[in-house]
């Protein structure tokens, strides 16, 4: 085969896939930060409500909030995003299903970060205040569920940015239905 017969087929998995690293960059950037500032406010309002906060960082000099876990709140807005992107957008998955799925699986991720942290590199970065697991207590699983609900209403139509809402016209004026489409192509 030549290159001319292989060529249009690599262009358009390469264009696929820098299509999918640019809205991952882009939902990075653009959810990240408002989650942290949102992990803020979380933890005054439990800090508010309970007379201590919910979580402290060891390491910060701030110890109730740290700028490290903003890569943290990264890794959260990729799970998200890619279980958004390649499962949950294709299987038409509701909301509610898709805040207890992937809120449930970042509580599982925080856990996991902070006892990696803490265990293996010895660098915790954050301690819930009185909790069984140390890393995370549960009722930060209502709070994850928030933060997916917050994701979806901050992107909700940020996924489909790219995807045609129709077919392009024919020539003759006339748009095909898109394939699985209710639609008719006959005239309005």
Not at 49 to 56: A, F, H, M, Q
Not at 71 to 82: F, H
Not at 162 to 187: F, I, N, V
Request: proline share 7%.
């Amino acid at each position: 085969m030549s290159k001319v017969e292989t060529g249009p087929s690599g262009d358009g998995r390469q264009r696929r896939v820098a299509g999918y690293l640019g809205s991952l960059v882009f939902h990075v950037s653009y959810v990240t930060p408002i989650f942290w500032f949102v992990e803020l406010l979380q933890n005054q309002l439990y800090w508010k409500l309970t007379g201590e906060p919910g979580w402290t960082y060891p390491l910060s000099p701030y110890h109730w909030f740290s700028f490290e876990s903003v890569g943290l709140w990264a890794g959260s807005v990729t799970i998200i995003w890619c279980l958004n992107f390649f499962w949950f957008l294709r299987r038409d998955v509701g909301l509610v299903k898709r805040m207890v799925i992937a809120g449930t699986i970042c509580f599982a991720g925080e856990w996991l970060a902070g006892f990696v942290a803490d265990r293996v590199l010895d660098h915790p970065l954050q301690i819930w205040t009185n909790a069984p697991l140390v890393y995370i207590k549960f009722s930060a699983l209502f709070f994850w569920w928030w933060d997916v609900l917050l994701y979806e209403l901050l992107t909700v139509d940020i996924a489909r940015l790219g995807r045609p809402a129709a077919a392009p016209p024919e020539p003759g004026g006339q748009a095909e239905p898109l394939r699985g489409s209710s639609s008719s192509s006959s005239p309005r």
